[in-house]
């Protein structure tokens, strides 16, 4: 072994040692390098990307709220149209002939107040309905 050793001097060994030193550095540094320019590719590649889907779901956003608006503004006319005729149809002396039982107007109001609605007819009217089939067995 030291005999193949003896061929170099001192300082060959010392310029031999730095030029490894540098052929490492340099293949390292160049592969950072590569890395680096990869990631980047990588990360302008997602804002492309990113960039098109929003740009896409704008244009489609801003399609929709086009085509809806009239859409809209149609129904809030026939709406009121059909509000104002309401009157039209339905009579006063109709509306009297129509009987409502006495249970649906508490039904109704616990409907509209959010509270919890009665369980069965017997606490809305007083008194418990019985069916007609169960009076003929």
């Known amino acids: 072994m030291s005999?193949?050793?003896?061929?170099?001097?001192?300082?060959?060994?010392?310029?031999?040692?730095?030029?490894?030193?540098?052929?490492?550095?340099?293949?390292?540094?160049?592969?950072?390098?590569e890395y680096r320019q990869g990631v980047a590719s990588v990360q302008i590649a997602n804002l492309k990307t990113d960039l098109k889907v929003t740009m896409d779901s704008a244009a489609v956003t801003q399609k929709s709220f086009t085509v809806d608006v009239p859409k809209i503004q149609y129904i809030q006319t026939q709406g009121q149209t059909i509000t104002k005729q309401v009157p039209v149809y339905i009579h006063e002396k109709?509306?009297?002939?129509?009987p409502i039982p006495a249970g649906f107007g508490s039904?109704?109001?616990?409907?509209?107040?959010?509270?919890?609605?009665?369980?069965?007819?017997?606490?809305?009217?007083?008194?418990?309905?019985?069916?007609?089939s169960a009076s003929s067995r």
Not at 4 to 23: A, Q, T
Not at 112 to 131: C, D, I, Y
Request: aromatic residues 12%.
């Open 107 to 132: 039904l109704l109001d616990a409907a509209a107040q959010g509270t919890p609605l009665p369980n069965s007819p017997s606490t809305s009217q007083g008194v418990a309905a019985t069916p007609a």
């Open 3 to 33: 005999a193949l050793l003896s061929w170099l001097k001192p300082y060959e060994w010392i310029v031999w040692i730095v030029c490894l030193v540098l052929i490492v550095g340099s293949v390292w540094g160049y592969g950072h390098y």
């Open 94 to 98: 109709d509306d009297a002939a129509c």
